[in-house]
């Protein structure tokens, strides 16, 4: 069993898993001992309300899976690309660090690519508030033709590797791709600076042994994954997004360009550079470990890298008693848990899937974030001198250990991809392949035949779901005839994901519905369940085994799934997906006649069927005849929102008008005018308003409706005496999949079956006025994650929320028309499917007071 070492610092509570932030939060659980505050801050997306709705969260509405970015896959080398150059910015956080301010990046790139051959700098994307986005290659000139053959074997690689592992002579004429990812927390600074001075050193060294480097590998610097945190001083993009737990999810444009960058280097090593851990942490990680990567050639070349790495930082001859540094602590070997690879949200868990055997988090030592900015300026530049020091010897040490494996690790590469391609069985890792690796790291799991995507739900979702596959370079195959598989029969157009195909783990990792991890941990560093499969909205079935006979074609794109009935009079339109939001509250902006029914169909009078037939188009949604519907009138719904930074962005993606609220923003005099529905999930305390605030917001609720989320929310509705149930905590760092029993009212109805929890919360002692809109299910209901019952007084399990109300809808005394989750459906944008479910609460709320109308 592994120890922990006393340098891992004050162990901090289920906070890591907990939505923290606001003075009105509820306290947290007693500490988990096995978790350890590791410098990283909030876990959630939890930047209070205050992220301002912008050009940028405009344009992201329709933000594609893929940008109109990336590697030119037929230019030779060096390129020679003149960066513009970003105006001065002299508030820029960096420059108090004495580091390089965003606007001195493109000026130093452009000058080395005039002193070097060896130096390609190039904009891969732009990020939320419009900066520039630099990738840089370093590398031995190559001409186009040579750069065409470095593409043929990387192909080669992926698309062959069963053939590739024959051939005794790539691996010599293949340049070995290495990636470094820097300052994807925009204030954990000093990656960046680290990168700029690596590229320096071998851009202009002469030594003989960095000319081989350039000759045989080929280095991917991502200068600063986050400019817009950079510049801010904060952890988060100008979204308030923490990109680091986004990567199969990709609601963000920087993480969209970083992932296209994995998938056109195919990198076989990678390292993604933090703050603040002292000393030094470097992975691997502790148990779990991620079930759909070729494990055992991940920790082999790993921890040896991670090896390499400790001894390059021990070697700088920082030490404790002189500066502050203590020794390098690599999780797999010196921790027992708390700091796992399970799920590939975060850049060196999702490369693996890519090709890449070597992957790391390195958290260099000396904090100068948070508070820790206001030391001296002398300290901090102390610190950030040591930090970059660090930063730019597990650079050295990486490149290092590639140009030494060179061969192997290509090798390592091809036989992910090949075990992939031929459908073999997880491999179950030989214990003791590194020193260490004993029972607790085994974890496997079974790969089906094929998953089949169909619209049997909704078209729509199986066309997003589709599509994000593909951007993710997973194969998808559409089916030409009808087919029968499992012993069910498929319409022909159905979608086919045969999982003999080389980002096998990848697809696996997406589709497949998860697992529950709770009896072999008590602690996760973060989410242990997510599933595309039940939670975008699609219908997804797992092929277990047997032949795959299906006339099929490989598809690019999902096909269009908009349509409109030839049939005249007016039109209905179900919400039951996202994009089926963004299209009824493009109507409404557009000021079309719309009634809202009780079954969540929005009624398009005949005459609107132009504009019906043009958002049908926009996004990909299918009408069908009204016939006879009664409901209310529906105008564009106006939020005033006390949110997270996830929430707040997934409200303005479907297309809500969004203004951001708090204690304070009330407090300091609101006009409630412009609001149809007051939405509370963080930063707002009804006890903490003063009289005119509190007058003000009693006044709107005697017409305005209220959504509820979380801790916060609970204790909102408590307090402002809304509707009459009491809120139980589930256990606060539990999270992941759940199934659940939806009503056919108004927000439950058309819901999916599973549901995503996070510190989830379910009602009891109800009220009469209050409506039981979801359940937990009576059958686990946990499907995949880890939620544990509390260890001091065994309650707050999943066993203690089989069958109790987890979304309740009422009007309470006043007449707010009230909607309470104890789900999570918005949850870092990524449970597609479960959008449609606050959308009709928010219609149910905003509508409910309208007078009854027969839809014409």
Request: avoid cysteine; glycine fraction near 10%; proline fraction near 8%.
């Amino acid at each position: 069993m592994r120890l922990y070492p006393a340098i891992l610092g004050i162990a901090v509570s289920a906070a890591l898993l907990v939505p923290p932030g606001s003075a009105t939060a509820e306290p947290a659980e007693p500490p988990h001992p096995a978790v350890r505050d590791f410098g990283n801050g909030p876990e959630r997306n939890e930047v209070a309300a205050g992220v301002a709705e912008g050009q940028q969260a405009q344009k992201l509405r329709l933000a594609p899976e893929a940008e109109p970015y990336g590697l030119s896959r037929d230019r030779g080398y060096p390129r020679r690309t003149q960066l513009p150059i970003p105006a001065e910015n002299p508030a820029d956080a960096s420059i108090k660090l004495g580091l390089v301010p965003y606007h001195g990046i493109a000026p130093k790139l452009n000058d080395l690519q005039r002193r070097s051959d060896r130096v390609s700098a190039e904009i891969i994307g732009r990020t939320h508030q419009g900066r520039d986005l630099y990738l840089v290659t370093l590398t031995a000139p190559e001409s186009r033709g040579q750069a065409a053959e470095q593409s043929v074997i990387r192909d080669r690689i992926e698309n062959d590797p069963a053939g590739a592992a024959r051939d005794r002579r790539l691996a010599a004429r293949y340049k070995a791709p290495i990636f470094v990812n820097a300052n994807i927390h925009g204030n954990e600074w000093e990656g960046t600076d680290a990168a700029l001075r690596t590229i320096e050193e071998l851009a202009t060294s002469t030594d003989p042994q960095v000319a081989d480097l350039m000759k045989r590998t080929r280095l991917y610097f991502n200068i600063t994954a986050n400019p817009d945190g950079r510049v801010n001083g904060v952890r988060q993009n100008g979204a308030g997004f923490d990109m680091n737990r986004d990567f199969v999810t990709a609601s963000q444009p920087e993480v969209r360009a970083m992932r296209q960058v994995m998938i056109d280097t195919q990198p076989v090593a990678m390292i993604d550079l933090h703050g603040y851990v002292n000393g030094t942490l470097i992975e691997p990680t502790t148990p779990p470990h991620g079930a759909n990567y070729e494990y055992d050639v991940f920790i082999r070349n790993t921890y040896a890298n991670g090896l390499g790495m400790e001894a390059a930082v021990n070697g700088l001859g920082y030490t404790p008693a002189k500066d502050g540094v203590e020794p390098v602590q690599i999780p797999f070997r010196d921790s027992a848990e708390g700091w796992d690879d399970w799920p590939p949200i975060f850049t060196p868990q999702y490369a693996p899937f890519h090709g890449t055997v070597a992957a790391h988090t390195v958290e260099i030592p000396l904090r100068v974030n948070n508070a820790d900015y206001n030391l001296p300026v002398e300290e901090l530049r102390r610190r950030s001198a040591i930090n970059t020091d660090v930063a730019a010897a597990a650079i050295r040490a990486t490149y290092g250990f590639v140009q030494s494996k060179h061969d192997a690790l290509i090798a390592d590469q091809i036989e992910v991809f090949r075990r992939g391609a031929a459908g073999e069985p997880s491999k179950v890792v030989p214990l003791g392949i590194v020193p260490g690796f004993g029972p607790e790291d085994v974890y496997n799991t079974t790969f089906p035949r094929a998953y089949v995507i169909t619209g049997q739900r909704s078209a729509t979702a199986a066309a997003r779901l589709v599509d994000h596959l593909i951007a993710n370079d997973v194969r998808v195959e559409r089916a030409t005839r009808p087919f029968r598989l499992n012993g069910k029969t498929y319409p022909a157009g159905s979608y086919v994901v045969d999982m003999r195909q080389p980002k096998r783990g990848l697809a696996n990792v997406m589709l497949e519905p998860g697992e529950d991890i709770s009896p072999r941990v008590d602690a996760m560093y973060d989410i242990s369940g997510w599933s595309h499969g039940l939670l975008w909205g699609a219908t997804v079935d797992s092929i277990p085994s047997g032949p795959l006979h299906v006339s099929s074609e490989p598809v690019k794109a999902a096909a269009p799934t908009g349509s409109v009935p030839r049939t005249p009079g007016p039109l209905a339109l179900k919400v039951t997906d996202a994009k089926e939001v963004q299209a009824l509250n493009d109507l409404l902006t557009q000021g079309v006649a719309v009634t809202w029914t009780n079954d969540g169909r929005a009624i398009v009078p005949a005459a609107a069927r132009q504009a019906a037939a043009t958002v049908s188009d926009r996004y990909g949604v299918a009408f069908t005849p009204a016939g006879p519907a009664t409901g209310t009138p529906l105008a564009p719904v106006r939020i005033a929102a006390a949110a997270s930074a996830d929430e707040l962005f997934t409200l303005r993606e479907m297309g809500f008008t969004v203004t951001p609220v708090s204690t304070a923003v009330l407090n300091a005099g609101f006009d409630w005018s412009g609001a149809d529905v007051l939405y509370v999930s963080s930063g707002l305390s009804y006890a903490a308003l003063n009289p005119a605030a509190r007058t003000a917001l009693d006044a709107f609720l005697a017409t305005g409706g209220v959504i509820t989320r979380g801790g916060t929310g609970a204790a909102f509705n408590a307090t402002a005496g809304l509707l009459t149930a009491t809120a139980v905590a589930g256990r606060g760092d539990a999270n992941g999949v759940v199934r659940v029993t939806s009503s056919a009212g108004p927000v439950g109805g058309g819901s999916p079956e599973h549901s995503f929890v996070y510190s989830p919360r379910w009602f009891t002692a109800l009220g009469a006025e209050v409506t039981v809109e979801q359940s937990y299910a009576t059958d686990g209901p946990l499907v995949s994650g880890h939620w544990r019952p509390n260890a001091a007084d065994g309650i707050g399990g999943p066993d203690a929320a089989r069958g109790q109300a987890a979304v309740v809808s009422g009007r309470d005394e006043r007449g707010a028309a009230v909607v309470l989750f104890g789900t999570e459906p918005m949850f870092r944008n990524h449970p597609k499917g479960l959008f449609p479910q606050v959308a009709r609460a928010l219609y149910w709320s905003a509508a409910v007071t309208g007078a009854t109308v027969t839809a014409p």
